[in-house]
């Protein structure tokens, strides 16, 4: 598939959002879009929510060869590891959201963040925890391509968080509402009551049939 000036608009208008809905800030994100046998990553060292068309790498996803001299984020690594083990994944958002970093910086972390409906409907029932390694590190990849094998979203702890979508704005959708739980949580004290295991299934239940 070609690579077009309205992919690069739609890409740039993602990244751009990522800082008006402050899931970034200056050089904290990254974020990755599968066209075809390619990827759009966001370059070494930019801020998503500046991004501009000369700062977006373009590589092979299944090598990882740059076709347009621009170098990716560090941690490209792990964006192209997921869209290559994910068939239904095209699009990766990698951000540092306040409240979802703060849990992902504490000791103690939930075990269950299902605190509304959002959650295990967009998210995911589970949202994968991934142990601190350097950023940008073989290690890091690893681990983070690893828990989003079967996950959508995770904490990477002492870090931030990675998301993964079939699209830019459902990716974007999944980092504001584990955003929004993790403000709730906290804003509970951390006293607060989750979805059980039966109202989340016949939550699912319900939007099965309603999807038919």
């Known amino acids: 598939m070609e690579i077009t000036d309205k992919h690069i608009e ?4 993602a990244a751009h ?12 994100g990254n974020l990755s879009w599968r066209i075809g046998e390619f990827a759009l990553i966001s370059a070494t060292g930019s801020w998503l929510p500046e991004l501009q068309a000369g700062q977006i790498s373009i590589c092979r996803v299944a090598t990882g060869e740059i076709t347009n001299g621009i170098h ?15 068939p239904d994944v095209n699009v990766v958002l990698h951000c540092q959201s306040i409240y979802a970093t703060t849990i992902a910086c504490m000791k103690k972390k939930p075990d269950n963040f299902n605190v509304s409906i959002e959650i295990p409907c967009y998210c995911g029932r ?19 391509s690893e828990a989003l094998l079967n996950h959508d979203a995770a904490l990477l702890e002492k870090h931030g968080q990675v998301y993964a979508g079939k699209d830019l704005k459902s990716t974007i959708e999944k980092a504001e509402f584990l955003e929004m739980a993790c403000e709730i949580m906290i804003h509970s004290g951390m006293n607060y009551n989750p979805l059980t295991l039966p109202e989340i299934e016949e939550l699912e239940q319900y939007l099965r049939g309603k999807h038919r």
């Open 72 to 86: 990716p984020s560090m941690e490209s690594g792990f964006h192209l590891q997921i869209l290559q083990n994910r």
């Open 17 to 28: 959002q990522t800082g008006e809905r402050r899931l970034t800030r200056c050089s904290s």
């Open 10 to 13: 739609q890409f740039l208008a």
């Open 126 to 144: 589970e949202i994968a925890i991934v142990p601190y390694y350097r950023p940008g590190s073989a290690e890091l990849a690893k681990a983070v």
